[in-house]
């Protein structure tokens, strides 16, 4: 019988790790979660109502979230990507959210081989027993290129500047955070995408996992 794949991935933002997740996803048939996407709801939803925005209500939305709410193009403007990550660096946020990503993460839909997360801790705190992980990152004027160019083809009215601004903001409060901190562990592997085309990335990774899971004895 074959073990349930958990493939951990830790990228900072715009790496091109959520593209090369769903590529996985797709070729192994893994249950995929974003979980950079919950915080970004979450910080939607004080955007929404910062009246209402406390630890009460933040664990009645997480208990009632939908993985089809995580997928709505509001999430993705700077200004929900900013206050999420302000959000992430709040320990009580983070141990709500937990609980959501171990879910899936060690109880995928029946229908699905295994997981697959991409985050900030995901190799470090959510799936420290994963069957494989990975450390995606890619330097940051190509992250910044690839996120304006993103943000361009959904009709934002956003500059490069901005842009760049904005991820170096990010990195420093991923990377600085006291709690659950961006770091790649011992045990990931580097993926640099800086000089990789999307399939040569892909097929870079596919080749890892499929030597990993052959050793495992569950390719």
């Known amino acids: 019988m074959r073990k349930i794949i958990k493939v951990a991935i830790d990228s900072p933002a715009a790496a091109g ?6 590529l996985i996803a797709k070729c192994y048939n893994l ?12 910080g939607l939803q004080k955007i929404k109502n910062q009246k209402k925005f406390n630890y009460k209500n933040i664990t009645k939305k997480i208990k009632n979230l939908k993985i089809k709410d995580l997928r709505k193009k509001n999430l993705l403007s700077n200004k929900v990507a900013n206050e999420a990550s302000i959000i992430a660096k709040d320990k009580k946020i983070r141990k709500i959210v937990l609980k959501f990503q171990k879910k899936y993460a060690y ?14 801790d995901i190799t470090s705190v959510i799936i420290k027993d994963a069957t494989i992980k990975f450390f995606i990152t890619a330097n940051i004027q190509v992250r910044a290129l690839r996120r304006y160019k993103e943000l361009r083809g959904l009709k934002k009215k956003i500059s490069f ?3 760049l601004k904005s991820i170096k ?38 080749q890892i996992i499929d030597k990993k899971l052959k050793l495992d004895g569950n390719l």
């Open 107 to 120: 109880n995928p839909p029946k229908n699905f081989r295994g997981s697959i997360l991409d985050g900030r």
């Open 17 to 22: 790790a959520g593209t090369q997740a769903k």
């Open 169 to 206: 903001i990010r990195d420093k409060s991923d990377f600085e955070r006291t709690y659950s901190p961006l770091k790649k562990t011992k045990d990931s592997i580097l993926i640099n995408t800086s000089n990789l085309t999307k399939r040569a990335c892909f097929l870079k990774i596919k």
């Open 31 to 42: 249950f995929y979660l974003d979980t950079g996407k919950i915080y970004r709801y979450i």
């Open 161 to 163: 500047e901005d842009v």
